[in-house]
């Protein structure tokens, strides 16, 4: 099994930056797309961004510009750097993981593993 642990959550005032980490352990794989996605209430679990094993990224449209992520695969960590923070991006951020080179990736069903997610609050 993997377990996944988010940290770095928090409130925020719109404009402002927050860094979410996921740390990975348990269960290794050679390749792996590791990525976040965001769920506010009463809404629908949303990508957000991925990284796999390549150093392939991809982006949600509505934090394309805004956020990055980047991993240590070393540390089996990823980091998502959000700026320019706006109020409807005020969720509960879930790390996910899949194993494998490259797939699908913007549905939640694609991922086998999840993370009990870290809350971000932006005030307006």
């Known amino acids: 099994q993997v377990q996944l642990v988010e940290s770095g959550g928090g409130l925020v005032q719109a404009g402002g930056s927050l860094r979410l980490s996921c740390v990975a352990s348990g269960r290794t794989f050679s390749t792996y797309g590791m990525g976040w996605f965001r769920q506010a209430p009463g809404k629908e679990r949303e990508f957000v961004t991925i990284?796999?094993?390549?150093?392939?990224?991809a982006y949600g449209d509505s934090v394309k510009g805004r956020f990055t992520i980047s991993r240590d695969n070393a540390k089996n960590t990823v980091y998502l750097q959000m700026n320019s923070l706006k109020a409807e991006d005020t969720a509960v951020y879930y790390c996910?993981?899949?194993?494998?080179?490259?797939?699908?990736?913007?549905?939640?069903?694609?991922?086998?593993?999840w993370g009990q997610g870290t809350q971000v609050t932006v005030s307006s």
């Open positions: 990284s796999w094993s390549s150093g392939a990224t």
């Open positions: 996910a993981l899949r194993p494998g080179f490259s797939g699908n990736y913007y549905y939640p069903s694609e991922f086998d593993y």
